[in-house]
């Protein structure tokens, strides 16, 4: 009789583990159990999680380039124009190539021409400058409001699909009947949000990293006009 417990002990402990091995879901088959539509939205979010990161980096990576300045320049550049050397400041400009040395650059060929004129010469480059920092940047606001929206779409479809099936079955209430609408309901609702999230992120952090190189840019200008207007 104690070998027979043990027996039953041992084949209720396989069937518990057959149970769990067959309630474990995979990604792919948690997206696939949702049906064409639930596919048709996670294919779209995925694609705007692939557009957002490499927007990300893209954004990362020319900000990063543009908010390098040698500490050294604006002490350059103040020599060149205190001795006359318009002409080695603006060589040394181009050869920086970064935002804050085009805007001195430009404000240097505005030289001879009143202050203020210099100052309005270099804001209109600035805006250029900033505009190019910003590029493609609005896109990401545009995925992280857009992405849990399209989510919610699919939670909507998934509801309607549910219940259709639910409407079709007779009355009897059963949840492989409704296992399909309920898995693209949640599948793509946490997707969205996945993807808002992740692009609501970075799109932030570009922010602030796009503002850090605006001051820079500003700080320098006024230093370079303080400069300009300091009596010889």
């Given amino acids: 009789m104690l070998n ?9 402990e396989v069937v518990m583990e057959e149970e769990s091995v067959e309630k474990s879901l995979s990604i792919i088959e948690l997206i696939s159990s949702g049906g064409v539509a639930g596919q048709v939205i996670i294919a779209i979010l995925f694609l705007l999680l692939v557009v957002a990161t490499y927007i990300y980096f893209e954004r990362l990576f020319a900000i990063k380039a543009a908010s390098k300045v040698d500490a050294n320049f604006m002490n350059q550049i103040k020599d060149y124009v205190s001795n006359g050397k318009i002409d080695s400041a603006q060589v040394l400009c181009a050869q920086m190539n970064s935002p804050v040395s085009r ?3 430009k404000g240097i060929t505005r030289i001879g021409k009143p202050l203020a004129d210099i100052n309005t010469a270099i804001e209109n480059a600035g805006r250029l400058e900033i505009y190019g920092l910003e590029k493609n940047v609005s896109i990401l606001a545009t995925i ?8 919610f779409l699919g939670t909507v479809i998934g509801m309607i ?18 296992a399909g609408g309920l898995y693209t309901a949640m599948t793509t609702t946490v997707a969205g949000l996945i993807v808002g999230i992740v692009a609501y992120m970075a799109y932030n952090h570009l922010v602030v990293k796009t503002d850090k190189v605006v001051y820079q840019m500003e700080a320098n200008s006024l230093e370079f006009l303080d400069h300009l207007n300091e009596p010889t």
């Fill in 4 to 12: 027979t417990l043990i027996q039953n002990a041992q084949v209720g």
């Fill in 144 to 151: 992280s409001g857009a992405a849990p929206m399209i989510g």
């Fill in 103 to 105: 805007l001195i650059g």
């Fill in 161 to 178: 699909l549910a219940i259709f099936e639910l409407a079709n079955s007779g009355g009897t209430i059963e949840m492989d009947v409704l």
